[in-house]
Nanobody
Framework: QVQLVESGGGLGQPGGSLRLSCAASGTIDNIYTMGWYRQTPGSRRELIAR???????YYADSVKGRFTISRDNDKNTEALQMNSLKTEDTAVYYCHAEVTITTTGPVYEFWGQGTQVTVSS
């Protein structure tokens, strides 16, 4: 089994910065992608940033130019640096990973427990 543990988040001010981190542990053969989703009440979870093991990145238009994803393949960790925060960034943020447990096995999806980010003055 694989566990994703998030840290960071909390309260930020408009225009300010926050940083989220996520560490994957357990039986891991390879992590193909690591990413971040967010969800607000009544809305579906949306992908906001993702990075492949090769370093290719994707950003949702809503965060492009403000958020930066990074990952350490050796440590199985990722981070999301959030700058120029807006009130609409308020949401629960989830770490996500696509993982193989064995060399020839299927790819599984795993999720962190979620961490609240609130942007307010």
């Amino acid at each position: 089994q694989v566990q994703l543990v998030e840290s960071g988040g909390g309260l930020g001010q408009p225009g300010g910065s926050l940083r989220l981190s996520c560490a994957a542990s357990g039986t891991i053969d390879n992590i193909y992608t690591m990413g971040w989703y967010r969800q607000t009440p009544g809305s579906r979870r949306e992908l906001i940033a993702r990075m492949t093991s090769g370093g290719d990145t994707y950003y949702a238009d809503s965060v492009k130019g403000r958020f930066t994803i990074s990952r350490d393949n050796d440590k199985n960790t990722e981070a999301l640096q959030m700058n120029s925060l807006k009130t609409e960034d308020t949401a629960v943020y989830y770490c996500h990973a696509e993982v193989t447990i064995t060399t020839t096995g299927p790819v599984y999806e795993f999720w962190g427990q979620g961490t609240q980010v609130t942007v307010s003055s």
